[in-house]
């Protein structure tokens, strides 16, 4: 089975930066759609942002479209989010997450929870005004 662990949260101010990386292991990540998800404290687990197997789809909930850039390295077994222009809204724990994709939905992405596999634990980001 694959194992995820994110990396890379942290805390920083209104107008910062910071890029998540999603590390797997165990076996290869090229087979799964992706996903970066959140949660803030008292609220559900919301959905941030999806990658397709194939890497060719994206989607970006409304409220980061502009300042997120999701993306993969399948040869390094990596994904990644990107966050620019951070506010305090973000702050919240980031979980990615991966579903196991048959190669005829190779462009597939996948936009709840309950459709992923596996799950890392979470990175915390904080984000001060």
């Known amino acids: 089975q694959i194992q995820l662990e994110e990396s890379g949260g942290g805390q920083v101010q209104t107008g910062g930066s910071l890029r998540l990386s999603c590390a797997a292991s165990?076996?290869?990540?090229?087979?799964?759609?992706m996903g970066w998800f959140r949660q803030a404290p008292g609220k559900d687990r919301e959905l941030v942002s999806t990658?397709?197997?194939?890497?060719?789809?994206?989607y970006y909930t409304d409220s980061v479209k502009g300042r997120f850039t999701i993306s993969r390295d399948n040869a390094k077994n990596t994904m990644y989010l990107q966050m620019n222009s951070l506010n305090p809204g973000d702050t919240a724990i980031y979980y990615c997450?991966?579903?196991?994709?048959?190669?005829?939905?190779?462009?597939?992405?996948?936009?709840?929870?309950?459709?992923?596999?596996?799950w890392g634990r979470g990175t915390q980001v904080t984000v001060s005004s």
């Open positions: 165990n076996r290869a990540m090229s087979p799964y759609a």
């Open positions: 997450a991966a579903k196991d994709t048959p190669l005829f939905y190779s462009d597939k992405i996948y936009y709840q929870p309950r459709e992923y596999d596996v």
């Open positions: 990658i397709s197997r194939d890497g060719s789809k994206t």
